[in-house]
């Protein structure tokens, strides 16, 4: 008699039966149910996103999209889910999953990014929908992907559930895959920083994903790591930190992204924009849209991006530079320099990333059968480490219209 573990690997293998070819993964095999949800319009829309939006202005070769991603995401997802069964027969262990489940997870990792609209990542700030909100909305809300789902044999609410944790579901299976999903090892990192880097021509993103996830299990009722693989928790640290300071974060990105977000900003408070408008927009449209709101989009999408005058660590900055963090704050103080520059409020561009965090709480399954976190057995990631690099990538920028000089920006500071 075939264990449990062995039944749902046979079933998840035997039904994907469908094959799309993928630059970075080669060949990926989904079932017929799931290229039907692939192929809903709401989900189609992704392949026209950028997936690093303005970032092919400065690596030319990053045009892949969301779409992609969200492929490369239900590839990773698979492979993991493939990984965790192969492990639970080789222990004789009980497994956690159900065939609905593992569905449901795998329809959540395709569908985990369809909340996205353009720069979607870099408005954060601004008083919009989070993407995993949306894309419960448009899981649960859009017909035909409602239908879609359902034709699948799957529950709407619970493939929402696991993208957006603010949705109610109690249910342990469902809770295991949410947090397989966004957690330190998840598909999503797995797929972005292989992605990512790969498009863009630098080495620094790339992980040995096949070891990964043949190297994760189920303990005491959490995905954890075995102790073997803690160093590729480490690479993939360290992976990340590259990327931002060599893609996500150069000073290029973080121009575009400020001027399209300081444009958004203006449109919102000014009611000449609702945030409604943007959800369902794609680049082209996005771009359209731009071309009436502010001048701020054409310099965008014609690479005329605005010079960094002014550059400093943030958490050494001054008083007024720690003082403009905040959203309303940073406008007032855009708008002061802008008058004493005597320029219009666009032409001038205040820039804080987010903080960020390079720290890992994903369980180890150490060699005596104990469980321990990665912060405790690591010897080189700690809470101080991951401070300095934030610190490194986390700048103060001012970015202004060309016509303002470095002297000029540093004439009103010191004033």
């Not at 959490?222 to 974060?249: C, D, G, T």
């Amino acid at each position: 008699m075939q264990s449990k573990a062995n039944t749902l690997l046979a079933s998840l293998l035997s039904s994907q039966r469908e094959s799309i070819r993928d630059p970075l993964w080669k060949d990926i095999h989904l079932s017929a149910q799931m290229k039907r949800v692939l192929s809903v319009p709401c989900v189609q829309k992704l392949g026209r996103i950028k997936q690093l939006g303005p970032t092919f202005h400065l690596y030319p070769g990053a045009v892949h999209t969301r779409l992609d991603h969200s492929l490369g995401v239900y590839y990773v997802s698979s492979q993991i889910l493939i990984g965790l069964l192969k492990q639970a027969t080789g222990s004789h262990a009980d497994t956690p999953f159900t065939e609905e489940g593992m569905n449901t997870f795998l329809c959540a990792s395709l569908l985990h990014d369809i909340g996205h609209f353009p720069y979607a990542h870099s408005l954060k700030e601004l008083p919009l929908k989070s993407h995993e909100e949306i894309a419960g909305d448009l899981i649960e809300g859009d017909e035909q992907l409602r239908a879609a789902i359902l034709e699948a044999g799957l529950d709407p609410a619970k493939v929402a559930a696991i993208i957006d944790e603010n949705r109610a579901n109690q249910e342990e299976e469902i809770a295991l895959y949410r947090s397989l999903l966004s957690g330190a090892l998840d598909p999503d990192k797995l797929d972005y920083l292989n992605r990512d880097a790969f498009f863009c021509g630098v080495p620094y993103g790339m992980q040995d994903v096949s070891y990964i996830t043949d190297k994760l299990v189920v303990a005491e009722r959490h995905i954890a790591l075995l102790e073997q693989a803690l160093p590729s928790v480490e690479h993939l640290l360290f992976s990340k930190y590259l990327m931002y300071r060599n893609v996500y974060w150069h000073k290029t990105t973080r121009s575009a992204t400020a001027m399209i977000k300081k444009a958004l900003l203006l449109a919102l408070s000014e009611k000449r924009l609702n945030a409604e408008q943007l959800y369902t927009l794609d680049d082209e449209q996005f771009s359209l849209l731009g071309k009436d709101i502010s001048p701020l989009f054409s310099l965008v999408r014609d690479n005329q991006l605005y010079p960094c005058r002014y550059e400093k660590p943030f958490e050494r900055g001054s008083a007024w530079e720690r003082g403009a963090l905040g959203l309303a704050e940073r406008t007032r103080f855009e708008q002061e320099l802008a008058d004493r520059l005597g320029v219009p409020s666009h032409h001038l561009v205040i820039d804080i990333p987010e903080p960020i965090s390079f720290e890992s709480d994903i369980p180890i399954l150490t060699e005596d059968g104990s469980v321990s976190s990665f912060a405790l057995l690591d010897q080189i990631f700690s809470h101080d480490i991951g401070r300095v690099f934030t610190k490194s990538l986390r700048k103060f920028r001012i970015f202004t219209h060309p016509s303002i000089t470095t002297k000029d920006l540093e004439r009103v500071l010191e004033s």
